[in-house]
């Protein structure tokens, strides 16, 4: 699988449904780059770094996760750099780490078969914990490219934390607009603040964490469909 480019200094390594794995963003900054989550394995981040080598493009100084779930953070041990979370996901994935702990590793395997499918072979599950983490939002620069980091609320979790690159244009949703994961529950409510949340954001590009990237009024209007005020 390759690059996608967005944009001057934005790509995705795209998605994939088989092993239910994310989207994993990439920002080139005149200083440093960063990456925005961190797979569903060490295999799955390793592809990433390869294409990301293949390109000719740095590997990332610091990885911001956008929420807890197993396929956007369980390759954190194998990162490259720093990974940053907000201090509720650390607090997700201190729980998980738990909980593999006392049950095994059947404890994650057992939730879905596209965990099975990732870790077929008997590749080992390594909850790792973030670097740094914040709480509200945070600001920086990678060098001519400003990133805004900010924590919504939204139906999928309650850590769900959002990436703006203003100057881009570009907004990555993590998977801050699916469902409930196993029950299917999506909360009218927290549909229509995301909603206000994406309109605000003045960005151009909507990136999902298992989509292809779509218009504010694309994202919108399906957020606002599930809250039923289409």
């Given at each position: 699988m ?7 200094r ?39 770094y390869?294409?990301?080598?293949a ?8 990885t ?8 956007h ?28 702990a006392?049950?095994?590793e ?9 965990i ?17 983490t914040?709480?509200?939002?945070m ?21 769900s934390?959002?990436?703006l ?66």
């Amino acid at each position: 699988m390759q690059l996608e480019r967005l944009s001057d200094r934005v790509w995705i390594y795209p998605f994939e449904t088989e092993r239910d794995r994310p989207n994993l963003g990439y920002v080139r900054g005149d200083k440093w780059s960063l990456a925005i989550d961190i797979g569903h394995s060490a295999a799955h981040i390793g592809e990433f770094y390869r294409a990301l080598k293949a390109a000719d493009l740095p590997l990332p100084a610091l990885t911001v996760l956008t929420h807890w779930h197993w396929d956007h953070t369980l390759g954190m041990h194998a990162a490259s750099g720093l990974c940053l979370s907000s201090a509720r996901t650390k607090e997700h994935l201190t729980d998980l780490k738990k909980k593999i702990a006392q049950e095994g590793e059947e404890a994650l395997l057992s939730l879905d078969e596209s965990i099975r499918r990732e870790y077929a072979g008997g590749q080992p599950v390594t909850v790792a914990m973030p670097d740094l983490t914040f709480s509200g939002g945070m600001e920086m620069d990678a060098g001519g490219c400003p990133v805004h980091i900010f924590e919504a609320e939204a139906p999928h979790t309650d850590d769900s934390t959002l990436i703006l690159l203003p100057e881009e244009k570009i907004l990555f949703l993590g998977d801050a607009a699916c469902d409930v994961f196993a029950t299917g529950e999506k909360d009218a409510a927290l549909c229509k603040k995301l909603a206000d949340t994406i309109r605000n954001a003045g960005a151009s590009i909507v990136l999902e964490g298992h989509w292809t990237p779509q218009t504010p009024e694309e994202m919108i209007a399906d957020l606002l469909s599930d809250a039923g005020q289409a």
